[in-house]
């Protein structure tokens, strides 16, 4: 067990959909980071947050849009989805936001779109 | 641009053999560089990382990994391989220049077998 964790677990909804996951980090982590895994992109990375504020961004659409709350919990939006959006979606902490700091995963959300 | 590579889909082992898992990367300037394990339903786990120093980085659960500047490499090895150490394995890199994101390889599956 990493200490981060992600809900739901499981997503299941239609297309055009929004939907919002979630996700705590390891307690005393600053930085959260979010990640897609799908068959045909792997793993890829869509944003970082530290300490509330954007610190990186990835190949993350228009379509999806992230924050992080001052008690440092993050929440990944995503909206108008598509079928192509059906992915695993991880969250990933660490304790400082410098690239040299490894990151703790969560367990992910598996979201499908219908 | 920056890339890791993962040259096998899957590498297969017998158990108590050695093994190594390949990964080759591009970036400018000097690399950090991580291995991370996926198993089955899970999120990813650190294994390792090569900031600077030693070019053989000692991990998580036996593996060691060795920096190898003049070939672009950082292969996964462990001395004798385990059937619990069946898994997908995933190389990322970062520049530690300008970026703060972490790019990960394709994975590659080991399977080790009795």
């Known amino acids: 067990d990493s200490g981060v964790t992600q809900t739901p677990k499981h997503l299941i909804t239609a297309t055009g959909q929004r939907v919002t996951l979630r996700c705590s980090p390891r307690?005393?982590?600053?930085?959260v980071y979010w990640y897609q895994q799908s068959l045909d992109q792997g793993l890829q990375f869509l944003i970082q947050y530290y300490n509330g504020e954007e610190r990186a961004k990835g190949n993350i659409l228009e379509r999806f849009s992230a924050q992080q709350f001052p008690d440092l919990h993050s929440e990944l939006n995503l909206s108008s989805l598509e079928l192509g959006d059906s992915a695993l979606y991880f969250c990933?902490?660490?304790?400082?936001?410098?690239?040299?700091?490894?990151?703790?995963f969560g367990p992910g959300t598996r979201l499908t779109v219908l | 641009a920056q890339s890791v590579a993962q040259p096998e889909d899957q590498v297969n082992v017998a158990e108590g053999n050695p093994l190594t898992v390949k990964c080759t990367y591009s970036?400018?300037?000097?690399?950090?560089l991580f291995w991370y394990v996926q198993y089955p339903n899970r999120g990813l786990q650190f294994l390792l990382k090569?900031?600077?120093?030693?070019?053989l980085v000692k991990g998580s659960y036996g593996f060691e990994a060795e920096f190898n500047k003049s070939q672009t490499s950082f292969h996964l090895k462990k001395p004798s391989a385990l059937v619990s150490d069946s898994a997908l394995y995933f190389c990322a890199v970062r520049d530690k220049g300008s970026s703060y994101k972490l790019i990960f390889g394709s994975g590659t599956r080991l399977l080790v077998r009795p």
């Open positions: 307690s005393g982590d600053l930085s």
């Open positions: 090569y900031i600077t120093g030693d070019n």
């Open positions: 970036v400018s300037g000097n690399p950090y």
């Open positions: 990933a902490s660490s304790v400082g936001g410098e690239s040299y700091n490894e990151q703790f």
